[in-house]
């Protein structure tokens, strides 16, 4: 399938089609309707026909999305041709999570090196993958064929760190560390800040429970 040109949000949208189709297969059957795909995603039905049809997909009025075909279409505009090896830097107990999470799932994203500054960590191996000095990121990187890192060091330390990625020759940064960084515009970052999205949701939060108390 030839890649059209979408939004991120159209693309954050379609992973997130994705997982609600393969956790939802039983509930689905053989085909599904916009609106159950909204209804599961909390989106409108609209929404979903249009982020679909940007893809070139397109149901019937009368059955639905085929779901293998809806699946196979979203694994072709969303997925790397082969594996897609990834690395993360900082292996401290939320890089270890991260780790966790992400080995041995059915996904063409990989993970295949760890690094840290700590000499306690740096030889060991942490959910299946061994972790380098950052002294060695640029021939590990170059030698696994990694494009692709997060970053889950403290702020003070991002920037740097992520300087050392791009000299290295990664392109895509997930960024878990609280800070902006300043790179060029030819990388794409995508920030992960927990504490901004606490604070949203407690201000969300304690608005809703003024609205009640009206």
Same mark, same amino acid.
């Given at each position: $399938?030839?890649?059209?040109?979408?939004?991120?949000?159209?693309?954050?949208?379609?992973?997130?089609?994705?997982?609600?189709?393969?956790?939802?297969?039983?509930?689905?059957?053989?085909?599904?309707?916009?609106?159950?795909?909204?209804?599961?995603?909390?989106?409108?039905?609209?929404?979903?026909?249009?982020?679909?049809?940007?893809? #070139?997909? *397109? #149901?019937?009025? &009368?059955?639905?999305?085929?779901?293998?075909?809806? %699946?196979?279409?979203?694994?072709?505009? %969303?997925?790397?041709? &082969?594996?897609?090896?990834?690395?993360?830097?900082?292996?401290?107990?939320?890089?270890?999570?991260?780790?966790?999470?992400?080995?041995?799932?059915? *996904?063409?994203?990989?993970?295949?090196?760890?690094?840290?500054?700590?000499?306690?960590?740096? #030889?060991?191996?942490?959910?299946?993958?061994?972790?380098?000095? @950052?002294?060695? $990121?640029?021939?590990?990187?170059?030698?696994?064929?990694?494009?692709?890192?997060?970053?889950? @060091?403290?702020?003070?330390?991002?920037?740097?760190?992520?300087?050392?990625?791009?000299?290295?020759?990664?392109?895509?940064?997930? &960024?878990?560390?609280?800070?902006?960084?300043?790179?060029?515009?030819?990388?794409? @970052?995508?920030?992960?800040?927990?504490?901004? *999205? %606490?604070?949203? @949701?407690?201000?969300?939060?304690?608005?809703?429970?003024?609205?009640?108390?009206?």
């Amino acid at each position: $399938m030839k890649k059209r040109k979408v939004s991120a949000r159209s693309v954050e949208r379609l992973s997130i089609y994705r997982r609600a189709l393969l956790h939802g297969l039983q509930e689905y059957g053989a085909s599904v309707y916009s609106h159950e795909i909204a209804h599961s995603c909390q989106l409108t039905a609209a929404q979903v026909r249009r982020d679909l049809m940007a893809i #070139g997909y *397109s #149901g019937n009025p &009368n059955s639905g999305y085929n779901v293998k075909r809806l %699946l196979a279409s979203l694994a072709a505009f %969303l997925d790397c041709h &082969n594996s897609c090896a990834v690395a993360i830097v900082g292996m401290g107990y939320l890089g270890r999570a991260i780790a966790a999470h992400l080995t041995g799932r059915p *996904s063409k994203i990989r993970l295949t090196a760890a690094f840290d500054v700590d000499l306690d960590k740096i #030889g060991l191996t942490f959910s299946g993958v061994r972790c380098h000095s @950052v002294r060695h $990121m640029p021939e590990v990187l170059a030698d696994k064929h990694i494009e692709i890192a997060l970053i889950t @060091v403290p702020a003070e330390q991002a920037q740097h760190v992520a300087e050392q990625l791009v000299a290295a020759g990664v392109v895509g940064i997930l &960024n878990f560390a609280p800070v902006v960084l300043r790179l060029h515009e030819r990388i794409y @970052v995508e920030n992960i800040d927990m504490i901004v *999205s %606490l604070e949203k @949701v407690a201000f969300f939060a304690r608005a809703g429970q003024r609205r009640k108390a009206r």
